[in-house]
């Protein structure tokens, strides 16, 4: 999650080609510590894994993409061409099924929607490189942008009668709920009142009506979406699932902060230019939904301040979020 930063170029040579590691290690003069250290490196073990499956051949770089708190993520440059290569495992404490990730990658592949998925096995998932600018908050909240995301929303989730297999369920209310009694459970420092506040979420899920469930990207942070210069691609489809289609489009406005009074902008964009006036009720759903997005977020980071080991100020993210959660929450015209 959260938006990338700059990669960390690697160039690692075909073993077949390169000199023997003592002969590296002379060269640099490092210790065995070090080089022990550097074949650890989690670039090495994927090239190894590459290696050993056959995907890549000759000289091969490897970047190493920044900014994800959940998985290892590199741009693999091959002879053949450029993959994005991900090493991750399950997370059940965070709700991340790999199974389910590869068939609704695979799903989204199909509809266009996300880069062609290459090779998967348990760990390790390898799609095709989408050369382009990942997105900012504020790419996001440009009118044309934010109608050309709208409308991939509206393809993924419109195509739910041509997709098969067997996909997940997701619920934001759920997640909320699991993430703080997880939370809880480990001993994270859950902010005073959210008893309270769950209460409060558990109320607003019981206004949300009777819907068609469809395939959900459901963590539509800005550096999920690439622009490639023609269109845009979602990548990162660990947290997707069969749900409700209103909260990718509240989680879109969250993520990339969306002014409120742009909600029914958002919103009309989304149905398209033939759906006619909107329906206040569905309004109303997308800001309850939106706060649920905000809760979750928090929530989810409140379990890696204690589940993680990876080095990043998850306190912080959870408590701009539980902030933001109370702001939005006290904007809305429905009563706690």
């Known amino acids: 999650m959260l938006e990338s930063s700059p990669r960390i170029p690697v160039e690692i040579p075909d073993r077949r080609e390169g000199r023997p590691w003592q002969a590296v290690r002379r060269a640099l003069r490092i210790s065995r510590q070090r080089l022990r250290t550097i074949a650890d490196r989690p670039d090495r073990r994927l090239l190894r894994r590459l290696r050993r499956l056959d995907l890549v051949r000759g000289r091969v770089a490897i970047d190493r993409l920044g900014g994800g708190i959940t998985n290892h993520n590199?741009?693999?440059?091959?002879?053949?061409?450029?993959?994005?290569?991900?090493?991750?495992?399950?997370?059940?404490?965070?709700?991340?099924?790999?199974?389910?990730?590869?068939?609704?990658?695979?799903?989204?592949?199909?509809?266009?929607?996300?880069?062609?998925?290459?090779?998967?096995?348990?760990?390790?998932?390898?799609?095709?490189?989408v050369e382009g600018r990942t997105m900012t908050a504020s790419d996001l909240r440009e009118p044309d942008r934010l109608a050309h995301a709208s409308a991939l929303l509206r393809h993924l989730h419109r195509s739910r009668d041509e997709l098969t297999g067997e996909f997940l369920s997701f619920c934001p209310f759920r997640a909320s709920f699991t993430y703080a009694r997880t939370a809880a459970r480990l001993g994270a420092a859950l902010p005073a009142g959210i008893d309270a506040v769950l209460e409060d979420v558990l109320r607003l899920s019981r206004r949300i009506d009777p819907f068609l469930p469809s395939l959900c990207h459901n963590d539509l942070l800005p550096a999920n979406w690439i622009d490639d210069g023609?269109?845009?691609?979602?990548?990162?489809?660990?947290?997707?699932?069969?749900?409700?289609?209103?909260?990718?489009?509240?989680?879109?406005?969250?993520?990339?902060g969306l002014e409120p009074d742009r909600e029914a902008e958002l919103l009309a964009a989304y149905l398209g230019p033939d759906a006619g006036p909107i329906d206040p009720v569905e309004l109303d759903e997308l800001r309850i939904f939106r706060a649920a997005s905000l809760l979750r977020e928090a929530l989810w980071s409140e379990v890696q301040t204690v589940a993680s080991d990876i080095d990043f100020d998850y306190r912080r993210y959870a408590d701009e979020n539980h902030q933001a959660y109370r702001e939005y929450r006290a904007r809305l015209e429905i009563p706690s």
Do not use: Q
Request: glycine share 10%; charged share 20%; hydrophobic share 45%.
């Open 230 to 256: 023609r269109r845009l691609w979602l990548v990162d489809w660990e947290y997707a699932g069969i749900g409700h289609p209103l909260f990718d489009l509240a989680n879109l406005a969250a993520t990339c």
């Open 74 to 129: 590199f741009a693999v440059g091959a002879p053949d061409g450029k993959y994005m290569a991900r090493l991750g495992e399950d997370l059940p404490l965070l709700g991340v099924d790999r199974r389910n990730e590869v068939a609704c990658h695979r799903a989204a592949a199909g509809l266009n929607l996300a880069p062609e998925l290459v090779y998967h096995e348990p760990g390790l998932l390898v799609s095709r490189f």
